[in-house]
């Protein structure tokens, strides 16, 4: 879905009402993406989910000079790839928070 919605020449008619800057828009839409992908349980370590992220960030891009009424901005491609960073660090970030499980043999000893 979001690669149509990217790809197609008047984004707006098919998600009316959008309303926020463009540039946020492209922030916002691949932080939420780099969330997915760090949630997928892809089994490289995150640098590679990174690269791979931000390879469809830029190629999605790039193809948008071949869609009328759309052109290709450098700046949209950063936005791109730093929603993905933001969106992959998040949930590096909330992993490392959350508390860790006890042991089963810890938990039998407390009386859990």
């Known amino acids: 879905m979001l690669t149509f919605l990217l790809?197609?020449?008047?984004?707006?008619?098919?998600?009316?009402g959008?309303?926020?800057?463009?540039?946020?828009?492209?922030?916002l839409t691949f932080t939420?993406?780099?969330?997915?992908?760090?949630?997928?349980?892809?089994?490289?370590?995150?640098?590679?989910?990174w690269i791979l992220a931000s390879f469809y960030a830029i190629i999605v891009e790039l193809l948008q000079h071949?869609?009328?009424?759309?052109?290709?901005?450098?700046?949209?491609a950063c936005m791109n790839v730093s929603g993905l960073l933001v969106g992959i660090l998040f949930v590096a970030a909330f992993r490392c928070l959350?508390?860790?499980t006890l042991p089963k043999k810890a938990e039998a000893e407390s009386g859990a």
Do not use: C, E, M, W
């Not at 790809?7 to 009316?16: D, E, G, Q, T």
């Not at 760090?38 to 995150?46: I, K, N, Q």
């Not at 071949?66 to 949209?76: A, C, G, I, K, T």
């Open 18 to 27: 959008i309303t926020i800057k463009d540039i946020l828009a492209h922030f």
């Open 98 to 100: 959350r508390p860790k």
């Open 66 to 76: 071949f869609v009328p009424n759309r052109s290709v901005q450098l700046l949209d």
């Open 7 to 16: 790809l197609i020449p008047n984004p707006a008619k098919f998600v009316p």
């Open 32 to 49: 939420f993406l780099g969330i997915l992908f760090a949630l997928s349980g892809y089994a490289a370590p995150r640098r590679y989910l």
